[in-house]
């Protein structure tokens, strides 16, 4: 019988033909930046799945109490959430007239409908159950939102692990409703306080949280900046009021008892 399986190669393996196959702009010509535009917006899609991918593995090494391997997973996290930031730079090559040569044809579509993006909110605690209504249901979209909606976050992976490693968290905290934002919490800011003081492992392993939480902040920073630039206070067009939305979501920390407790240490 004669062998049919293709010996792997570059092309077979990265799936190459399907890989430069999927750019398809809808401008007549097509305007020049629109390939640019679309591009980019599939690397930020795939780089929002490798971070769900390494989010995942931070809960599960959390959860098997393996801080270490934990920490250099959120280093690998911060290290794409830079390159994540540094992209925009590309964008903003772009001018707001060469925005403009094909923006109309974009429709309704719009980065509020990136569910990859809503995930990964939700897997750090920025939880909306609305989100979940702008997905149809039985999507992929919609499925993996929703599995992730009712899943600890890395929070509480977070708060469990420190638990076990005999820090009074309260049991209300380790059992509470993980649909919801976690909340502030006197008793874990003391908690907090004391691991910077006297536990220089987990100490570092705040401040990797830390780095994440910063790092997501200045994405959305960076972005609003480039929307305000390129399209100025015009509403977005996924039907949002556009840069002045996108600022009401700059600054609000994911982890807040790690940012309250700074100006006690
Ligand atoms: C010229 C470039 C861009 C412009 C003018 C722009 C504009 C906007 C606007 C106005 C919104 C608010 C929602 C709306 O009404 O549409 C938005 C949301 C969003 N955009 Fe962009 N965007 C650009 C590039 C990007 C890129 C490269 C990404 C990467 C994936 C991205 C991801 C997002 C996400 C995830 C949201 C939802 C943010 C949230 O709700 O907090 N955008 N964008």
Not at 63 to 71: G, Y
Not at 232 to 245: I, L, R
């Amino acid at each position: 019988m004669a062998d049919t399986t293709a010996a792997v190669t570059y092309g077979n393996y990265l799936r190459l033909e399907e890989l430069l196959s999927l750019q398809h702009p809808r401008s007549e010509g097509a305007e020049h930046d629109e390939l640019l535009f679309i591009i980019i917006h599939q690397v930020y899609e795939l780089w929002f799945k490798e971070l769900l991918h390494e989010f995942d593995r931070v809960g599960n090494l959390l959860t098997a109490d393996e801080s270490h391997r934990a920490q250099h997973t959120l280093k690998r996290i911060l290290t794409i959430l830079k390159v994540m930031v540094a992209q925009l730079d590309i964008l903003e090559t772009m001018t707001p007239l060469e925005f403009l040569s094909f923006r109309a044809r974009l429709e309704a579509a719009s980065g509020f409908q990136s569910d990859q993006f809503r995930q990964i909110e939700f897997a750090l605690g920025a939880k909306n159950e609305r989100a979940l209504a702008r997905f149809p249901e039985h999507s992929r979209a919609r499925d993996a939102l929703t599995k992730r909606y009712h899943a600890p976050t890395v929070w509480d992976a977070f708060l469990r692990y420190l638990s076990r490693e005999g820090y009074p968290v309260p049991a209300s905290l380790l059992s509470r409703d993980v649909t919801a934002q976690p909340q502030p919490s006197p008793e874990v800011q003391q908690i907090l306080v004391d691991v910077y003081r006297r536990d220089v492992k987990n100490a570092e392993l705040c401040e990797r949280l830390v780095d994440l939480d910063e790092g997501l902040q200045e994405w959305r920073y960076r972005h609003v900046k480039m929307v305000e630039r390129t399209i100025g206070m015009k509403p977005g067009t996924g039907g949002s009021s556009g840069a002045a939305y996108l600022a009401t979501t700059v600054g609000t920390p994911l982890f807040p008892d790690l940012w309250q407790i700074r100006g006690r240490l």
